[in-house]
């Protein structure tokens, strides 16, 4: 039944690694949220499945098996990925790779912000109709709001701006807005179920919204980082099914082994092992789909020869019918560079990741909330983009990121004290 010894000994090790040093993050007061969403991301929704995957020789999409060479490769480049990033992590001083200091929030820039943005957002919905937004993900139509890349970013602009109303409202607080919080309060959140209906949203937007919230508002105390581990677990085993049957249809009794065993929710491994199939026939992009995902907003109208997501390139060259397919972190730095650019991208992904990690604990006062709004969103998203492809979600994390930026600066202004 085993498929591969050798692979099963490597996910094996990767996953005990991962485990300790998640342990080690949770107990210790020197690391905050994101070196524990990595950890996260491997133990549940990676490397566990993979081991599942690995002993049976069955793989989630269509059930396929897989050659022990092919599983050893792909295990060999998740063992290195694993080692290197730990390096990278804990070899790095804590300081934070940006930080906006000295500013607080303005109460006129605020309420401009927070008016026209309604003011959009009811514009928008008056025009394409509320019942094309509170609708199930399953039966949603896009030819309903149109075609084309308008169509897409309006949708996108909605989602957005409807989140950071509700964000920053609850990030400005009561002390800040005044008597008038819970109108700004309930207005925000009615403006926000709406553009952001809960059955709509891809899970992983749902989840990072929450998530937003809790890495925002609570500083990363060995309780609350102890909570976020557990609750992923309880998440993985009941939580994830349940939203998966409401918001995609689908059988109601299928049991949680089964899901967490066949569900593509945990191709992660198989996607890594198409990449490396892949890439032995077809060789290394050398950069092009880094390239890809980096000017990913240039329309391919405008560059034809623009890359397509790895795991959906990978699924094709092994003739899936469906390819929507995840592309894990490592498979997308094996594409480009092969080996080599497994273990370095992964020693300098362990070192922003630091960096990031140290703003979880650093960003608390009223006046850096600029910079402890994006460590925050940035956190949030971090479990797809390790899932990847990158590709497939970089516009939308940049969007929220560039967009948490720019709301930043406008409503807040430099504290009164540090002014010349």
Not at 286 to 296: D, E, I, R, V
Request: glycine share 8%; with cysteine; net charge positive.
């Amino acid at each position: 039944m085993l498929g591969s010894y050798l692979a099963f000994c490597l996910l094996s090790a990767a996953l005990i690694l991962n485990l300790i040093f998640g342990a080690v993050i949770i107990r210790n007061r020197r690391f905050g949220y994101a070196g524990l969403l990595y950890c996260i991301y491997n133990i549940f929704f990676f490397i566990s499945p993979a081991l599942v995957h690995t002993y049976k020789n069955i793989f989630p999409f269509y059930e396929m098996t897989s050659p022990s060479d092919l599983q050893d490769s792909a295990a060999f480049m998740v063992f290195c990925f694993t080692i290197f990033f730990f390096l990278g992590f804990f070899l790095t001083k804590a300081r934070p790779i940006f930080q906006f200091k000295n500013r607080i929030i303005s109460r006129p820039r605020f309420n401009i912000f927070f008016y026209l943005s309604l003011l959009s957002l009811a514009l928008i919905i008056a025009k394409l109709g509320i019942m094309n937004f509170i609708i199930k993900r399953s039966e949603f139509d896009m030819d309903y709001i149109g075609q084309g890349p308008f169509a897409n970013a309006a949708l996108a602009f909605c989602r957005v701006l409807g989140f950071y109303i509700l964000f920053f409202v609850i990030a400005a607080g009561k002390k800040t807005i005044g008597l008038n919080y819970y109108w700004f309060l309930i207005a925000a959140l009615s403006a926000f179920l709406i553009v952001n209906f809960p059955l709509a949203l891809p899970r992983y937007m749902l989840f990072a919204y929450i998530l937003a919230f809790v890495f925002f508002t609570y500083r990363p105390e060995k309780k609350y980082k102890f909570l976020l581990f557990s609750g992923f677990f309880i998440g993985v085993v009941t939580l994830f099914p349940y939203i998966n049957f409401i918001t995609r249809g689908g059988s109601a009794g299928v049991s949680v082994i089964e899901y967490y065993s066949k569900s593509g929710d945990f191709d992660g491994f198989q996607s890594v092992m198409n990449v490396v199939a892949y890439v032995n026939a077809k060789g290394l992009s050398f950069g092009y789909q880094l390239l890809g995902a980096l000017f990913t907003f240039i329309p391919r109208e405008l560059w034809s020869s623009k890359p397509y997501a790895t795991g959906q390139s990978a699924a094709e060259f092994m003739g899936y019918p469906f390819t929507n397919i995840s592309a894990p972190l490592v498979s997308e730095l094996y594409v480009d560079f092969g080996a080599l650019g497994v273990t370095v991208g992964a020693f300098l992904f362990g070192v922003f990741l630091r960096k990031i990690d140290t703003g979880t604990i650093l960003f608390r006062s009223a006046e850096d909330l600029i910079s402890r709004s994006l460590v925050a969103i940035i956190c949030a998203f971090a479990i797809i983009f390790l899932r990847g492809s990158l590709i497939g979600v970089i516009a939308n994390i940049a969007l929220f990121i560039i967009t948490a930026l720019i709301i930043g600066f406008l409503i807040t202004r430099r504290s009164s004290k540090n002014a010349k």
